[in-house]
């Protein structure tokens, strides 16, 4: 069976209350359409070898964000990687009808935005050394010329950091998921309930009613 991995660390109680609703409905979702759904955490990560420099490096990029979630996200690309690769999603993402496959290219992002064709690492496939090559980017990111100013604090992230490789070969991307929301977004195979898309509403409803699985 594939299996598809997702990234949840601990944050703070009320985080994890409500982490702990859309894990188990992305679960669901995705294991309705074959697939093998895997949660893993920092442990997962720190079993690669190359842990300590990869989580060393990520402690100096700037975060408007709480720290663990923006070491959540970088840690999640080692932890992957450490499986051997294979398909990840964050656990916003509804599977509605993606049966279960292989990966096709080394690293394939399946979300691109329609109005400005950049990249949301919201479901990616790839091999071991897709994900391998992900992590020793994020690490020789050129953090001063890139990111993003917001509220006067200087930020960096993993989706940041893959936007300014796109026009390196580093992975490939598709069109395959929707934001809440988006056009098409009702027919779509994949759904992304992201903060963005839906701050208007109560987010875990909105994942778990919005469409039937």
């Known amino acids: 069976m594939n299996t598809i991995y ?6 703070t109680d009320d985080h994890k209350a409500t982490a702990s609703v859309m894990l188990e409905h992305w679960r669901r979702s ?14 997962h990560a720190k079993s690669h070898p190359l842990y ?8 100096e990029y700037p975060t ?10 970088y840690l999640r690309w080692l932890a992957v990687a450490e499986q051997g690769g294979g398909f990840m999603s964050d656990y916003d993402v ?3 009808s993606w049966r279960a496959r292989e990966p096709t290219a080394k690293m394939l992002l399946y979300e691109v935005h329609p109005d400005d064709e950049l990249i949301t690492p919201s479901v990616v496939g790839g091999t071991e050394s897709g994900f391998q090559n992900v992590c ?25 950091i893959l936007q300014h ?14 934001q809440y929301g988006e056009d098409g977004w009702e027919h779509a195979p994949l759904v992304h309930y992201s903060h963005g898309s839906t701050v208007m509403t109560d ?11």
């Not at 995705?30 to 442990?43: F, H, M, T, Y």
């Not at 300590?52 to 402690?59: A, G, K, T, V």
Request: charged share 15%.
């Open 136 to 160: 020793a980017a994020i690490c020789a990111a050129p953090i001063q010329n890139l990111g993003q100013i917001l509220n006067d604090q200087h930020h960096v992230s993993d989706m940041l």
């Open 203 to 213: 987010r875990v409803n909105c994942m778990k009613t919005a469409r039937s699985l």
């Open 6 to 11: 997702t990234y949840y660390d601990y944050v």
């Open 30 to 43: 995705w294991s309705a359409q074959g697939w093998n759904p895997v949660i893993l955490n920092k442990n």
């Open 94 to 96: 509804v599977n509605y």
């Open 64 to 73: 408007i964000n709480p720290p663990e979630y923006e070491q959540a996200c």
């Open 52 to 59: 300590e420099s990869f989580f060393n490096r990520i402690l």
């Open 165 to 178: 490789y796109a026009a390196t070969g580093l992975y490939a991307a598709t069109r395959t998921v929707r």
